[in-house]
Nanobody, 124 residues
Framework: QVQLVESGGGLVQAGGSLRLSCAAS????????MAWFRQAPGKEREFVAA????????YYADSVKGRFTISRDDAKNTVYLQMNSLKPEDTAVYYC?????????????????WGQGTQVTVSS
């Protein structure tokens, strides 16, 4: 079992930055690929970014590429999402997720564990 707890959300003006954190319980954090998803009101949950077990491979949705950076610190059992140049359309609840599967990290279906989410609101 892995428990995930997100933090770092809040209200920010367009063009600003936020860093989200996702703290994981358990001693097997390094065996999980991690991802961030987001869900805006009335919309489906969508992929934002993912990072491999080693941290050596990252993937991003086109909508955030060049603005967001995913990273992990296995010593702290934490994955981060640095969000820069935020836009009003980035407003959503952001969730972190974990999987031991080796592919399709962009799909919510492959992730076995989810956090409770943290709200990010970007004002124009």
């Amino acid at each position: 079992q892995v428990q995930l707890v997100e933090s770092g959300g809040g209200l920010v003006q367009a063009g600003g930055s936020l860093r989200l954190s996702c703290a994981a319980s358990g001693r097997t954090f390094s065996s999980y690929a991690m991802a961030w998803f987001r869900q805006a009101p009335g919309k489906e949950r969508e992929f934002v970014a993912a990072i491999s077990w080693s941290g050596g491979t990252t993937y991003y949705a086109d909508s955030v590429k060049g603005r967001f950076t995913i990273s992990r610190d296995d010593a702290k059992n934490t994955v981060y999402l640095q969000m820069n140049s935020l836009k009003p359309e980035d407003t959503a609840v952001y969730y972190c997720a974990a999987t031991r599967r080796g592919s399709r990290w962009y799909s919510p279906d492959v992730h076995d564990y989810w956090g409770q989410g943290t709200q990010v609101t970007v004002s124009s």
